[in-house]
């Protein structure tokens, strides 16, 4: 009988000791998931179109185009912990947008190649943010933000370059 009360104690003793020890294994492992965002330098100074340009483009009926400009001025005032979630849903808009039609204005091939530049900018901000790689999301973050004033930028130049007349004399163009 003090045999099996030894057995006994022992096999307790050995299951406890076990389940101490996962326990302690469980914290070891514990990962740190937290990012550390910082205000990139050029969400401070977006682009802005004027009201004026706004109508005369007919961007407001751009509702593809509309979302994707309001989702990225949104980005600069994201919690870090969704930051991961809101650029897969910026990718996912970007896409749309590149996919939707254009309107006459800005149908061409530097205002889409410029979108396509943003959208890389935004995969590229999403690996970081998934890989936890705070100082590249932050640097990556500010390379969207230029890419996109660019894309403004451009959007406006493109609409001038459009309403350039050519030089003309009846149907014949001139050509120096």
């Known amino acids: 009988m003090n045999y099996f009360k030894n057995i006994i104690l022992l096999t307790l003793l050995f299951i406890s000791c076990n ?14 998931d937290s990012l550390f965002i910082t205000t990139p330098e050029n969400a401070v100074k977006l682009t802005q179109f004027t ?10 009926e751009w509702s593809d185009f509309i979302l994707f400009k309001e989702s990225m001025e949104d980005l600069s005032k994201l919690n870090p912990k969704g930051v991961i979630i809101f650029l897969s849903e910026l990718h996912k808009i ?14 061409g091939l530097p205002i889409y190649s ?12 999403h690996f970081y943010a ?3 790689q705070s100082k590249k999301l932050n640097d990556s973050l500010n390379e969207l933000y230029l890419e996109y004033n660019i894309l403004l930028n451009r959007m406006v130049s493109f609409a001038e370059e459009s309403q350039i007349p050519l030089d003309t ?7 120096n």
């Open 169 to 175: 004399i009846g149907n014949e163009i001139i050509i």
């Open 130 to 132: 998934s890989n936890n």
């Open 19 to 32: 389940n101490n020890t996962l326990v302690k294994k469980a914290g070891a492992y514990k990962l740190s």
């Open 51 to 60: 009201p004026e340009f706004i109508l005369k483009n007919k961007i407001d």
């Open 94 to 107: 970007t896409k749309r947008l590149i996919q939707s039609p254009f309107p006459k204005t800005f149908d």
């Open 114 to 125: 410029r979108i396509k530049v943003v959208q890389t900018q935004i995969i590229k901000c």
